[in-house]
Every structure is written in structure tokens, then in C-alpha cells.
């Protein structure tokens, strides 16, 4: 077993530096652009050639009317960030090169940004409103939401305690720690210093992105992270009928994890994946054994990241999932293709008539 105490005080340093969460890498190349919530886009999903994960949509879906006027399915797509996220960073998207894929394939999509370092509370709170905004310019009746890391949780609470399962169709969470990060539990316990040390990085993070204002709550964002705090939430925060949950799980540093992942309904891909240096040591304190390792991706583990209709495992670390830092290939080790997997997957949301 790995001591957690000692690899604590020799991991939060790193942490704090910005190591368990995505950094970036401005490589000068980034997607088409996106539609935030302040443009408008329209278009239907097209069926795709050779699809890695999922079913081609036979037929591509017409938008139809429902009882109050607005548009139905193909409902547009809506990218949620997670902790350190942001809209784009120049031109790197945080979902890198995705918005532009979903567009070229005919997918209405937008991309929203909230506070980088905050609780699901006020982050959802700031989402919801980038919701109503995306339905109003939209004429659409609900919306596919995507959500990566924390972002699945400002949805779930946009959803169940702010009353938006009547607008949204379908939350997918990739990669959401449902039920905490031991991560989370590590720096919130490193005190008042460290928290300090990591409202400094959140603000200087916010600098760069001013995505919206600038006023980081790292213990918030902690506290709503945590494993204690995710209890809560989840008592509080019960899913509602009417939407659609689904999820994936990461897996790194030559994981195949097959008791974990072989639950998935879409099986356990053989390709095994190469952790970015900067969450090895976060990946190590997450799986607690150096013989029998809880699989995880360096920031979440497979059990922490399963909800709803468990749909499988990635072969990709935390950082791999949005194809951060800047991947323009797909990885030359696992052959994970981050901008493939989200175009078949929203053909698959299509296929289900979403």
C-alpha cells in the first residue's frame, strides 16, 4: 500500500504549482470556432465514416416543433468546463479543437464558461444562465449537456435543485468525480496556507482566461470536490426522470482495469494509456497500491466517475479526455482520438433521437 499521509506532504507542493489540474500549452493551433452563448448556429448531425465507439446515425434527424412552439431533437450540444476550465485560452479551446469537429459535422454547439475555482453552487448558478440564453437564441426546447470533471456537477445541481430537467435532454459526464477526489480532500486539508497558495494560482489563471470575473473561491470549489462533500451533494441532488445520464471514465499510466471498466456497456478497449508527467504523482495517491491500484486518470477514479448508464472507460488521463495539453494527434501509445470520440458521441445522442 501507498502511504497516503507521507505521499501527501510530498505531493501537495505540486498540487498547489497547478499540477492536478489541466495546464496548458499555447500551441498556436486550435478548432473552428465555437458558438458561445451570445451566437447563434443551427445544424443536424451527419452520419460518420469508420466510427471508433459508436452507431452512425442512419438517417440525419430533422428538427420538429413541440406543443409550445419550440424546437425539438436534434437538440443543440452544450460544452460545461471543469475546476481551472475557461471558454479559450487564445486559440486553445478547453475542449481543444472539439467546438469546430462537432461543427463541421453539422452539430449546434456551444460552449459555456463559468468561475474556474468556485462551489457547484454558484457555478451553477452562472450556467444556468448561459442556458437560458442558449435556449433563447436556439428556439430550442432543451439541450445535450457534455460536461467534463466539476462541470458534470454544476449540471446535475442545474438540474435537480435549480429545476432544469424540463430543458435539459441529456447530461454526460466525463470523467466527474461523482462521489469526491481524495485529491480535493488533500489540498483542502493542507490548511489555511494552502488554500491561500491556491487562491493565488486561481487568480492568476483567471488573468489569462477572463472568461468572467475574477474572484476565485478555492475552498468552495474544495469543499464541493471533496469525498465528504460529494456525499451530501448527492443526497441532495437526486436525478431527475426525465433526463438522460451518462457516463466515462478515465484510465492512465497503463491501467486496463478490467474489473472496473468491463462494466461499461460499451466494453473495455484494449489501449492502454501514458500519463502526462505533471499527474503521475496524483495518479500514485489515488491508487493507494502499488499491486492492486484503484484505476483513475490522475484526478478521478473509475468508481468516483460512474452515474447513470455507465457507458465505459477511456484510455486517456484527465488531461488526454479534452485533449489538453494541445493535442493535435491522437496519442501515439493508446491511439485515443479525443475529437473522434466527441463527434461519435453526439451521432450516438443523435441515433437515441437527442
Not at 488573468?207 to 451530501?232: I, K
Not at 477514479?301 to 486517456?316: D, E, I, K, Q, Y
Request: aromatic share 8%; glycine share 12%; proline share 7%.
Amino acid at each position: 500500500m501507498v502511504a497516503r499521509p507521507l505521499l501527501a506532504r510530498l505531493l501537495l507542493p505540486c498540487l498547489l504549482s497547478g499540477c492536478g489540474e489541466e495546464r496548458l500549452v499555447d500551441s498556436g493551433g486550435g478548432g473552428g470556432p465555437a458558438h458561445t452563448a451570445d451566437d447563434a448556429g443551427t445544424g443536424t448531425a451527419r452520419s460518420l465514416d469508420d466510427p471508433q465507439m459508436v452507431p452512425l446515425v442512419p438517417e440525419p434527424v430533422q428538427p420538429v416543433r413541440v406543443h409550445d412552439g419550440r424546437r425539438g431533437p436534434p437538440y443543440p450540444v452544450v460544452l460545461a468546463h471543469g475546476l481551472n476550465g475557461f471558454r479559450d485560452v487564445g486559440p486553445v479551446d478547453y475542449y481543444f479543437r472539439v467546438p469546430g469537429a462537432l461543427q463541421d459535422a453539422g452539430v449546434e454547439v456551444y460552449v459555456t464558461a463559468v468561475a474556474p475555482y468556485d462551489g457547484s453552487t454558484a457555478r451553477a448558478r452562472a450556467l444556468a444562465a448561459e442556458i437560458d440564453r442558449i435556449l433563447a437564441q436556439s428556439g430550442a426546447a432543451r439541450v445535450n449537456i457534455i460536461a467534463h470533471s466539476q462541470g458534470g456537477i454544476d449540471s446535475r445541481y442545474l438540474i435537480s435543485t435549480l429545476g432544469y430537467g424540463d430543458r435539459v435532454a441529456s447530461l454526460t459526464t466525463i470523467s466527474t468525480p461523482h462521489r469526491g477526489t481524495h485529491v480535493a480532500d488533500l489540498i483542502a486539508g493542507g490548511g489555511v496556507v494552502a488554500v491561500a497558495i491556491a487562491d493565488a494560482w486561481a487568480w492568476l489563471f483567471g488573468e489569462l482566461s477572463r472568461d468572467t470575473v475574477n474572484d476565485p473561491n478555492s475552498r468552495a470549489a474544495l469543499e464541493t470536490l471533496s469525498t465528504a462533500g460529494m456525499e451530501a451533494f448527492n443526497r441532495a441532488n437526486p436525478d431527475d426522470p426525465r433526463v438522460r445520464y451518462f457516463s466515462f471514465a478515465g484510465r492512465s499510466n497503463l491501467q486496463k482495469a478490467d474489473a472496473e471498466c468491463g462494466a461499461g456497456e460499451r466494453g473495455n478497449p484494449d489501449a492502454v494509456d501514458t500519463i502526462e508527467p505533471a499527474l503521475l504523482p496524483t495518479w500514485a495517491y489515488l491508487a493507494d497500491s502499488l499491486t492492486d491500484p484503484v484505476p483513475n486518470d490522475g484526478l478521478v477514479t473509475v468508481p468516483s466517475a460512474r452515474w447513470g448508464r455507465f457507458m465505459g472507460c477511456l484510455p486517456a488521463d484527465h488531461a488526454d479526455e479534452i485533449g489538453q495539453l494541445a493535442d493535435l494527434f491522437p496519442d501515439l501509445v493508446s491511439g485515443w482520438d479525443h475529437v473522434g470520440f466527441y463527434v461519435e458521441w453526439v451521432a450516438y445522442l443523435r441515433g437515441l433521437g437527442l
